[in-house]
C-alpha cells in the first residue's frame, strides 16, 4: 500500500510517459529557475510525507481510503445499517389496521344498544321505505315469509315486487308503503288442517333468542287485508314445541282501508283448540319474546291481498 501511495506521489509531480521513464513537467523546488533536472531531495521529501499521510488516513478510515476519499455525514442525516435479513418492518399504526366488521359500531343508531334481555320496538313505518323494524339491534328486524310447504301444503305467499338481492325487502316496501303481497291457501288435503302462509320479524338473530317485552304494553298494527290476519307472539323453537305451536295469538278482522289496531299482551290468548297442560298466557308469552308473525289461514282456495304498513309499541302507530 505504501508503495502505491509513493507511486501515485510520484505520477503527481512528473508524468509518467508509456516506456516507464519520466519527463520532468516542470520545475519541482529549483528555487533557482532550473529547467533541466529534478532535485532529487525535494522529491524524496514528498515522497515520505505522502507515506506518512496514508498511514494517519489508513488508521482512521480503513486502508486503501484516503481521508479526502471519505465523504463525512452528520449521525442525523445517516441512518444505521442494518443487514437484510434483520430487517423488519414496523408495524402499521392503529390509525391505519382496518378493522373488522365484527369490531365496526353499526350505523344505525338502534343496533348499538347493548342486549340486556329487554326487548325494543320502535315505530316502523314503512312509508319512508326502510325495511328494517328498530328492534334495538342488526340481528333482528328483518322481514321473511313462512308457509306451510315444509309439511306438505301448497300454499304460497308472493310479494308485490321482488325482493332485491340476498333477500332485500327495500323493493317490497318502496313499491307499496309497507309489506304487501297475494297469498294462496291450498293444504288441507295434504295437512289434515287449514292451509296457511305468513311473515314475520324476530327480535334477534334467530329463533332462539327471547326477551322481556313487558315494558312495551303491548303493540300497535296498522295494516289491510282481504281476509283476517292473526298475529302471533313468537316464542323460542324449543318452546313452541312443548305448546304444540298453540302461541297467545290475536286475529286482526279484514279490512279493505288501513286500519290501526293497539293491542295489549293480555289481547293475546291461546287457541281455543289447544287442549295441552301447558298453558301460556299473553303477558307471560311476552316476557320470552323471540319474534312477531303475521298468519293467514283458512280453508284451501282463500286468496286475496294484505298490506302491513306499521308496527311499533302499544299507541305509537299514530
Keep these: 500500500m505504501k508503495k502505491i501511495l509513493a507511486l501515485l506521489a510520484i505520477c503527481s509531480l512528473v508524468a509518467c510517459n508509456e516506456s516507464g521513464e519520466s519527463n520532468v513537467s516542470g520545475p519541482v ?25 496514508a498511514n494517519q488516513s489508513s488508521a482512521v478510515v480503513g486502508p ?20 437484510s435479513s434483520s430487517v423488519v418492518a414496523p408495524p ?59 309439511n306438505g301444503g301448497s300454499s304460497s305467499l308472493t310479494w308485490e315486487v321482488e325482493p332485491g338481492d340476498k333477500g332485500d ?16 291457501i291450498d293444504g288441507f ?26 315494558g312495551l304494553n303491548g303493540v300497535c298494527i296498522e295494516y289491510k287485508s282481504a281476509d283476517p290476519i292473526v298475529v302471533e307472539l313468537g316464542l323460542t323453537a324449543a318452546v313452541e314445541k312443548s305448546i304444540g305451536n298453540a302461541n297467545p295469538a290475536y286475529e286482526l278482522p279484514a279490512a279493505a282501508a288501513l286500519t290501526v289496531k293497539n293491542l295489549t299482551w293480555s289481547n293475546f290468548k291461546q287457541p281455543t283448540w289447544y287442549d295441552g297442560t301447558k298453558k301460556i ?33 302499544y299507541g305509537g302507530c299514530k
Excluded at 64 to 83: H, K
Excluded at 292 to 304: E, H, N, Q, R, V
Aim: with cysteine; proline share 6%; glycine share 14%.
Design 29 to 53: 523546488g529549483g528555487g533557482n529557475g532550473d529547467q533541466s533536472g529534478v532535485n532529487a531531495d525535494s522529491i524524496r521529501q514528498h515522497v515520505l510525507d505522502s507515506i506518512a499521510m
Design 64 to 83: 486503501g481510503l484516503s481521508s479526502a476519499t471519505v465523504p463525512v455525514f452528520s449521525s442525523s442525516t445517516v441512518a444505521p445499517l442494518v443487514s
Design 92 to 150: 402499521p399504526s392503529s390509525a391505519v389496521i382496518p378493522k373488522s366488521s365484527a369490531t365496526v359500531p353499526p350505523k344505525s343508531s338502534s343496533s348499538v344498544v347493548v342486549d340486556d334481555g329487554t326487548i325494543r320496538l320502535e315505530l316502523w313505518d314503512g312509508s319512508l321505505g326502510k325495511p328494517h323494524v328498530p328492534v334495538g339491534n342488526n340481528d333482528g328486524g328483518w322481514w321473511y315469509k313462512y308457509d306451510d310447504n315444509e
Design 169 to 184: 325487502m327495500t323493493p317490497v316496501v318502496e313499491a307499496c308503503g309497507g309489506v304487501c303481497g297475494d297469498y294462496s
Design 189 to 214: 288435503d295434504a295437512l289434515g288442517y287449514n292451509g296457511f302462509v305468513g311473515f314475520a320479524f324476530g327480535f334477534g338473530k334467530n329463533n332462539s333468542y327471547k326477551g322481556d317485552a313487558t
Design 281 to 313: 298466557s299473553g303477558p307471560d308469552a311476552a316476557e320470552q319474546l323471540s319474534s312477531l308473525k303475521f298468519k293467514i289461514t283458512g280453508d284451501d282456495g282463500l286468496s286475496g291481498t294484505f298490506t302491513v304498513s306499521k308496527v311499533g309499541p
